[in-house]
């Protein structure tokens, strides 16, 4: 009922940047809190940021100060700027969108990969 698509992953050189972005569709009525996370090649997914329905950014220390999550709330749509890439930011991200305190929705994911 509640779909999500990423795009803009890709191959960047360390020290690039790339850009994210996640639409939300389906039977959505309202605004609700989004987020972003990534998860590495024999890793755990984690948390790398989140936006309130209102606004409030939420990061993980090993992005802060390199990545900007934002939004568009009309179209319930999440941004992640990424800049200052490192090789440890490889990793594939997936878009999370939080229908309720229990009901979650996750993206496909899409890859990103930091490489000289």
């Known amino acids: 009922q509640v779909q999500l698509v990423e795009s803009g992953g890709g191959l960047v050189q360390p020290g690039g940047s790339l850009r994210l972005s996640c639409a939300a569709s389906?039977?959505?009525?309202?605004?609700?809190?989004m987020g972003w996370y990534r998860q590495a090649p024999g890793k755990q997914r984690e948390l790398v940021a989140t936006i309130t329905s209102g606004g409030r950014t939420n990061y993980a220390d090993s992005v802060k100060g390199r990545f900007t999550i934002s939004r568009a709330n009309a179209k319930n749509t999440v941004y992640l700027q990424m800049n200052s890439l490192k090789f440890e930011d490889t990793a594939v991200y997936y878009c999370?969108?939080?229908?309720?305190?229990?009901?979650?929705?996750w993206g496909q994911g899409t890859q990103v990969t930091v490489s000289s």
């Open positions: 999370n969108f939080e229908l309720t305190s229990t009901i979650h929705y």
């Open positions: 389906g039977s959505i009525f309202g605004v609700y809190d």
